[in-house]
Every structure is written in structure tokens, then in C-alpha cells.
């Protein structure tokens, strides 16, 4: 059966600090890979996607980055951390289109 | 530009009683559309799935509604139960991308 893991659960991070998200994927190959992000009272909002290996879609212009170096793994970055990137971040992973994502359970990132 | 709308951001019903969660959407291209669960830090599970061609789809306690003329798709749990107690969102799929709803937070009491 798939799974899928992200960590951390939690973190917080000082302004400026740089920031490194990961999720990885078993169980299945070549799946769709998602990015989104909880922020605090509001719905879920797509920040990337992928849909193979060096393949980043962004959906919001942020101070976020994306990258996919393996079929499996998708990776959320920054450079330097603003206090409005505090959210709950959440990966998802999907067979392809017009199927069900599936979440991970999330990490609480707080900025401060 | 919220694609995806979900207007009542709470919901309070009786346990016993039916549910139903309120979905509206505004992009006519979008063809595949699904009800999530959240509980609390937690990541959300897929409920249940509706496609465009379909006007409704049933599983157990849950059916979900889809009135394309007017844009809207609605979720009916009955009988509620206690464990229904979450968030509830919305989502439409459409270009490789599923745009979700704000979320409506429904309360089962007891």
C-alpha cells in the first residue's frame, strides 16, 4: 500500500532562517506531487506542483521554492523565512489527474 | 479570485440528524470534484469523489450532489455522528490542479 511521510511535525523558526520541508512517496512510482499550505482560518492553498522528476509548477509568487530531485521525494525551501510563511504545510501525492490526493499529516511551521 | 467557495464556515447539527455542507464553484472547466475531512493537526483524508458526468454519488452515510447548471455541489451525512466532528472542504479539479474551498467546520451534538 502507499504512504507518504513529511516532516517535521513542528517547527519554529526565527525571520531570515532558512527553511527545508521534505515529503517522500512509497508504494507507488511516478506519481503527481502537491504542496499546500493551511494559513491560520483559511483553506488549502496550492503553492507547487509536479508531475515528474525536475518538473515544478508555482502556483503563488512567494518566498517559497519547490524541487523534486527524486521520482518520490518533493522538497519545500526557502532562503529566508517571513513572519506571513508561518502556516500548516501539507504534501500530497495523487496517481494523476481526476484521482483523489492523498495527505500527508502535515507540518505546523511558526515564524517568529 | 476564490474559485471554490464554501460560504458557511460552521455548522451545528443534532446527532442522528443530516448534515449537509455547501459547495459553490465558479469555473465552469472544472470536471472532477471531491469532499475532504480534516481533524485537527492532521492532514486531510479523501471522503468521497464526485465526476462531472454524475449528478450524484453515494457511499454508506455520505452522497454528494452535483447541479452544474448552477455551479454547486453539496455533501449530506446521515445519520451524523459524533465522529463526523471536523472540518470539512470542498475541492474541484481542473488543469492538473485541485482548488480547494475555505472549509466548513461541523459540530455532531450529542
Known amino acids: 500500500s502507499q504512504t507518504i511521510h513529511q516532516w517535521p511535525a513542528t517547527l519554529v523558526q526565527p525571520v531570515g532562517s532558512p527553511l527545508s520541508l521534505e515529503c517522500t512517496v512509497e508504494?507507488?512510482?511516478?506519481?503527481?506531487l502537491y504542496w499546500y499550505r493551511q494559513a491560520a482560518g483559511r483553506g488549502l492553498q496550492l503553492l507547487f506542483y509536479?508531475?515528474?522528476?525536475?518538473?515544478i509548477s508555482s502556483e503563488v509568487p512567494q518566498n517559497l521554492s519547490a524541487s523534486r530531485p527524486q521520482d518520490r521525494q518533493f522538497i519545500l525551501s526557502s532562503k529566508k523565512l517571513l513572519l506571513s510563511d508561518s502556516g500548516f504545510y501539507l504534501c500530497?501525492?495523487?496517481?494523476?489527474?481526476?484521482?483523489?490526493?492523498?495527505f500527508g499529516n502535515g507540518t505546523r511551521l511558526t515564524v517568529t | 479570485d476564490q474559485q471554490v467557495k464554501q460560504n458557511s464556515p460552521s455548522l451545528s447539527v443534532q446527532e442522528g440528524r443530516i448534515s449537509i455542507l455547501n459547495c459553490d464553484y465558479t469555473?465552469?472547466?472544472?470536471?472532477?470534484f471531491l469532499w475532504y475531512k480534516k481533524y485537527p493537526a492532521e492532514g486531510p483524508t479523501f471522503l468521497i469523489s464526485?465526476?462531472?458526468?454524475?449528478d450524484k454519488n453515494e457511499d454508506g452515510r455520505f452522497t454528494v450532489f452535483l447541479n452544474k447548471s448552477a455551479k454547486h455541489l453539496s455533501l449530506h451525512i446521515v445519520p451524523s455522528q459524533p465522529g463526523d466532528s471536523a472540518v470539512y472542504f470542498c475541492?474541484?479539479?481542473?488543469?492538473?490542479?485541485?482548488?480547494f474551498g475555505q472549509g466548513t467546520r461541523l459540530t455532531i451534538n450529542p
Open positions: 500530497a501525492w495523487s496517481v494523476n489527474y481526476n484521482s483523489p490526493l492523498h
Open positions: 508504494g507507488t512510482s511516478n506519481p503527481n
Open positions: 509536479s508531475v515528474g522528476i525536475g518538473q
Open positions: 469555473n465552469s472547466m472544472f470536471d472532477y
Open positions: 464526485i465526476s462531472s458526468i454524475k
Open positions: 475541492a474541484a479539479q481542473g488543469a492538473q490542479k485541485l482548488v
